[in-house]
């Protein structure tokens, strides 16, 4: 499993994304490849479908069911949807759902995984 933390520099929702992802991965005894992707420039973020920062897809499928269909793609700062509120971060459960829809095969196939699409294997772009 690949999951992908997308941000931009001097967001201050990335490094307690990065720790959230890992602490869901032990809770849930998976073992994944976690990328920190930094998406440098607006147009990166429209070619990648950056949704914002901190973004969080789980073998490029987005950890939010709601955004997967989402157009709207830029610099910008993420919130998602936790308890009728808007937070900076994904709750524990929507990541551990999104991890088990992902071993299931049940996940809805989405944007590709951003390093795939661009076509490198760099994690800065």
């Known amino acids: ?27 849930e005894g998976l073992s994944a490849e976690v990328l920190e992707v930094n998406v440098s420039e607006p147009s990166i973020a ?3 479908g950056f ?15 709601e955004a ?3 157009r709207a793609c830029g610099m910008m ?8 509120r808007r937070e900076g ?4 459960e929507m990541l551990r759902q999104a991890m088990r829809e992902e071993n ?8 590709a995984d951003v390093v795939g699409e661009l076509g490198t294997d760099r994690a800065h772009f």
């Open 89 to 92: 971060l994904p709750s524990h």
């Open 68 to 70: 997967r269909r989402e």
């Open 46 to 48: 429209q070619k990648v």
């Open 104 to 111: 299931s095969g049940k996940a809805w196939r989405g944007k």
């Open 1 to 27: 499993m690949k999951i992908e933390v997308l941000y931009f520099d001097g967001c201050p929702n990335h490094k307690p994304a990065v720790e959230r992802v890992r602490q869901v991965l032990a809770e």
């Open 51 to 65: 949704l914002g920062s901190p973004s969080i897809r789980v073998n490029g499928l987005d950890v939010e069911p």
């Open 77 to 84: 700062c993420r919130t998602y949807a936790v308890n009728g």
